[in-house]
């Protein structure tokens, strides 16, 4: 078989070569091992589960190998693969009210049923350099004392909004409209609250922190209080047409922040909290309430408040979130333009002549005129 | 066999006819008949379809054209004789997985197998002026091309596609058709698409082609 | 670690994708779309856009467009700025060498598909060709109107005033209407569309073009075509008339006169050539016996050898 080759075939694979090689950096230090990342780098792992949009930590952990640690190619590596998986169905939704919970807090109450389970995290460490953990081994594993709380059901406190009626109640969903997919449907506008929900949920986490900073510094204001963010275990079942009953497909780790916000009530309803939705998987909470903040700033139109910020500005945010797109287009400039640098070169040039000329023209005119004076 | 398929095999009361011998490779080959048809209104495209033996009345070539076509994402409307088939289903709903409907604007694709008595255009969806794109695909389906084998004299086409105009023998149509095929065309961009389905050719007429009139 | 993050068999097979990589929902997914386009020329057809092996912005539509239209007996030519040897014009002709085992081709007469980014080939295409663009930004209002929701209005009710507008205060300021590539068209006099970041020069080669021509933009997410013979109108005014760039020299390596010239750069001391942008067409002329001005100039012969071998290390 006749097959073309050209210049910049050899360049490519010496590329190619040359960015392994670099990857693997000093043979002498031992490769990272995909569990050491799954396990140690679990921040990163989540990230790039979540923009990756699928939820497999080895796979991730792989990616993140891959990248170098760059973590938007990693989540691009993830979309690529998952794009080529067969589809069996969709899930029943998740119920976080079941979470098996390793953190839960509200910053709405000072206690509630189940109580503040503060977990892992880096909320109340103080950011000093910990160089014990320079040394190779990180030492003895520290003990760590659990409170039992087994039995104790952990409600959901925008539920126990709700009981009271002072929540908005949860939009219900209408089982004749299926719930939107924009992995198999171009996203067009306007765009439902199913169709924005999993754009953010698989957003950058630097856009829509920016976004979110951005409610609170008064672009579109949403008087976000933290309501309640979870962190913890749910299954995830599949309903089996064939069985007629769910059936288990597995845990999946998620972080889910509902913020609670003021709303002053119209002539069609009574003032109540609404609230921003957010879930992401993995432990993730920067971009959980992110997500919320900016899910409630778009919710403008339904709640009838003025759209001035651009946090609320629907159709800017979801087209403008994805990493994956983001950096395909900035980066797309490094490719060679140089036809159409021409074709700017060549108009430049005739402007810069015209202009000239006619700065020529211009003095020999001031100059006859001063000279006729 | 699955058993699903035995399922629905025993309802039809025959085996279940094959589909595409090599489902990538001739769904290519008969998808590039239908772009050149599309692209060249019409202009005859021959298509290979050795091996696909569908219930009758569907026939081999709206049976490649359904199997290149349809899926999940595609509803599908049957005329009355093909509809009457529960064969057909069978075979449309095994191989394509394209919901069979009721109602002919709900369709994105349909299929006429008595195209002498096929319903108006105007019932299929014609597109909205923001998405054209979401209008009907309607497929003629026993089409004869070529002035002996039609009862109407030949159409001439202009339009995108056609370097100059085109005669366009083809048949049977119900008389009202081209009167129909002209308001469509009007309607521009909205407007449905037509695949004629021969023995072993097709030919397509996309809403952007006009009718000149005929002289006679 | 949990059961399910285990990593799964296909991974470990690269190598075995489906003929041209794409599952077969997903090629009838863009062939349906494909109909719709050629269906309304001009019309930019939405369609759900897959994430590829290869960045958004370094062709993921044409990719789709190729892949879903690709048989086995075509022959496919891959360029780039013109040219078969840029950088992304061999990665992507590998891609398709790789998953399809397709037969490819730098000869844009032996081609039965070409895929382009930035330009049209200098020889007039034939009806059995296809031509398929990379479009990175499909809607031709979009630098006029931001909002997707506002240009489907506009497309609808064919309501270009406003690109109208920016092209006569163009002229008002500068005296030249100064878009010189992605000039905006007229489709079979209705849908104003994006020829693709072409250079200007090429589009009058769209106009009632023997070979169909499909684009496709991935991260956008749309496709669409313009069929054989369409009527391509350049978007202009009475007194001030569409009109294409000029070149004052032929080629230098090849003499070619009328066709599209890159600037090479031979020195810092302001020495320069121009060069054919198609190369096939001038490594073509070259091998019939046309030379340049500059064909026996060392500097020259450095850019001339340079086209055939290596252009990057």
Same mark, same amino acid.
Request: glycine share 8%; proline share 7%; aromatic share 8%.
């Given at each position: ?140 594993? $520290? ?54 929900? $999993? ?125 994956? $797109? ?15 640098? $021409? ?31 | ?52 033996? !569908? ?10 054209? @359904? ?39 709900? @369709? ?51 339009? !995108? ?7 366009? !023998? ?33 030919? @397509? ?12 | ?100 085992? /397709? ?88 849908? /104003? ?65 009328? /066709? ?54």
């Amino acid at each position: 078989m006749y097959v073309a080759v050209k210049g910049g075939e050899k360049a490519i694979r010496n590329a190619h070569k040359l960015t392994a090689k670099r990857r693997r950096g000093d043979t002498s230090v031992p490769a990272l091992t995909l569990e050491q990342i799954a396990q140690q780098l679990a921040h990163s792992v989540a990230r790039v589960m979540g923009e990756g949009s699928l939820y497999d930590e080895t796979l991730a952990a792989l990616a993140i190998k891959q990248a170098r640690g760059d973590l938007i190619e990693a989540a691009f590596l993830m979309r690529a693969y998952r794009t080529t998986l067969p589809r069996f169905g969709y899930s029943t939704p998740v119920d976080t009210g079941t979470m098996l919970v390793e953190r839960r807090i509200s910053a709405t109450y000072k206690d509630l049923p189940g109580g503040q389970v503060l977990g892992p995290t880096f909320d109340y460490s103080h950011r000093l350099l910990d160089f014990a953990l320079a040394a190779e081994d990180d030492g003895a594993e $520290q003990p760590v004392e659990m409170t039992d709380n087994d039995d104790q059901a952990m409600p959901r406190v925008t539920d126990l909004l709700g009981d009271e009626g002072l929540m908005e109640p949860d939009p219900v969903s209408d089982g004749g409209t299926p719930v939107g997919d924009l992995t198999r449907e171009p996203l067009s506008f306007p765009a439902d609250r199913d169709l924005r929900l $999993q754009n953010l949920a698989r957003g950058d986490e630097g856009f829509l922190l920016a976004l979110a900073y951005s409610t609170q510094r008064g672009y579109g204001r949403t008087h976000p209080f933290a309501g309640e963010i979870r962190y913890g275990e749910v299954e995830v079942e599949f309903f089996a047409e064939e069985l007629g009953f769910a059936v288990t497909l597995g845990a999946i780790k998620v972080t889910e922040c509902q913020m609670v916000n003021q709303f002053a009530g119209s002539a069609q309803a009574a003032p109540t909290f609404t609230r921003g939705y957010g879930l992401v998987f993995g432990q993730a909470e920067r971009k959980a309430m992110s997500m919320s903040m900016v899910d409630r700033s778009m919710r403008w139109q339904e709640l009838g408040e003025e759209p001035v910020a651009p946090a609320q500005d629907v159709e800017f945010v979801l087209s403008h979130s994805d990493n994956i $797109q983001a950096t395909g287009f900035v980066e797309h400039l490094k490719l060679p333009h140089y036809v159409d640098f $021409q074709a700017e070169l060549d108009l430049v040039h005739r402007m810069r002549t015209e202009w000239f000329e006619k700065r020529e023209q211009q003095e020999q005119g001031g100059a006859a005129q001063e000279a006729a004076q | 066999m699955t058993a699903t398929q035995e399922t629905q095999t025993s309802q039809a009361m025959t085996p279940l006819a094959a589909g595409f011998h090599d489902p990538v490779h001739d769904a290519q080959a008969c998808f590039r008949a239908v772009m050149n048809a599309m692209a060249r209104p019409g202009t005859r495209q021959s298509l290979d379809i050795a091996g696909l033996t !569908p219930p009758a009345p569907l026939t081999s070539v709206a049976a490649a054209l @359904a199997l290149t076509l349809l899926d999940y994402d595609t509803p599908v409307w049957l005329d009355k004789p093909l509809m009457a088939s529960e064969a057909v289903k069978a075979f449309l709903r095994f191989h394509t997985g394209a919901p069979i409907v009721n109602e002919p604007v709900e @369709a994105a694709f349909a299929l006429v197998a008595n195209p002498g008595q096929m319903i108006p255009l105007a019932s299929f969806n014609q597109g909205s002026a923001e998405y054209p794109d979401r209008s009907a695909t309607v497929i003629l389906l026993g089409q004869g091309f070529g002035a002996a084998r039609t009862a109407t004299p030949a159409v001439t086409l202009t339009g !995108p596609g056609i370097q100059d105009s085109t005669a366009f !023998p083809v048949g049977p149509v119900p008389p009202v058709f081209w009167e129909q095929v002209a308001a469509n065309s009007r309607q521009f961009p909205r407007g449905i698409d037509l695949i004629f389905a021969g023995a072993a050719e097709i030919a @397509a007429l996309p809403r952007s082609t006009r009718i000149l009139p005929t002289e006679v | 670690m949990t059961d399910t993050a285990r990593i799964p068999e296909s991974l470990h097979e690269q190598g075995e994708y489906n003929f041209a990589y794409l599952d077969e929902q997903t090629k009838r997914m863009i062939r349906r779309a494909i109909l719709k386009g050629i269906a309304i020329p001009g019309y930019q057809v939405p369609f759900a856009s897959r994430e590829m092996p290869m960045p958004y912005g370094w062709g993921t539509g044409g990719v789709q467009v190729t892949a879903a239209i690709l048989g086995r007996s075509d022959c496919l030519k891959m360029i780039d700025q013109g040219s078969d040897d840029t950088t992304n014009a061999v990665s992507l002709r590998g891609f398709f060498e790789k998953t399809a085992g /397709v037969r490819t081709t730098c000869e844009t007469a032996e081609a039965s598909i070409i895929q382009t980014r930035h330009r049209i080939p200098e020889k007039d295409l034939r009806e059995d060709q296809i031509l398929v663009f990379q479009v990175p930004i499909p809607e031709p209002l979009r630098f006029l109107e931001p909002r997707e929701t506002e240009t489907r209005k506009m497309h609808a009710l064919e309501d270009y005033g406003l690109m109208h507008v920016k092209l006569y205060e163009d002229i008002a300021k500068n005296g030249h209407i100064a878009t010189t590539y992605a000039y905006p068209v007229k489709v079979n006099d209705r849908y /104003v569309m994006d020829p693709s970041p072409t250079p200007k020069f090429d589009n009058p080669k769209i106009d009632r073009m023997a070979a169909l021509q499909l684009y496709g933009a991935g991260r956008e997410k749309r496709i669409y075509a313009i069929p054989p013979y369409t009527k391509v109108k350049s978007l202009d005014f009475e007194d001030y008339p569409f009109e294409i760039q000029k070149f004052d020299k032929p080629c230098g390596l090849c003499g070619a006169e009328n /066709v599209y010239l890159d600037e090479v750069i031979l020195d810092d001391k302001g020495g320069r050539m121009f060069v054919c942008s198609d190369s096939d067409y001038c490594e073509e002329r070259r091998a019939d016996g046309h030379l340049g001005p500059m064909a026996a100039d060392p500097a020259a012969a450095r850019v001339g050898n340079t086209r055939t071998g290596e252009t990057i290390r």
